[in-house]
């Protein structure tokens, strides 16, 4: 349920031209994430415990969850604590306004 709201908040916090290079680093971090995060889950599940007894799962399995849960309360610490765009927008200096309005001494030079 995060994915299209992570997406819309990486694609909404850099300027227009870079829009594909955020979304697509975004997709390939979202994949890594995954694959790291069954990695270390099974391992941690194979460290404690197996298939052999429901008991023995069980056992293994807890540490697993405990570990899972840990690891989303960092993404969540870590995302309450990242810069919102606005106050990147403050940090960053504003592009001079160009002068749009038209120039009489130039239109029928």
Known sequence: MCFPTVANAVTGSVPLADVGVAAGTNNALNALGGVFG???????????????????????????????????ATGVIAAALAPSKSAAERLTPA????????NPSQAFG
Do not use: C, N
């Not at 399995?61 to 405990?66: G, N, V």
């Not at 592009?95 to 038209?102: G, K, L, Q």
């Open 38 to 72: 069954v990695a270390i889950l099974a391992a941690v599940f194979a460290a404690h415990g197996s298939y052999t007894t429901p008991a023995s799962f069980i056992h293994g399995f807890r540490p697993a969850e405990w570990t899972a849960a840990a690891i989303a």
């Open 95 to 102: 592009a001079p306004e160009r002068d749009t309005a038209p």
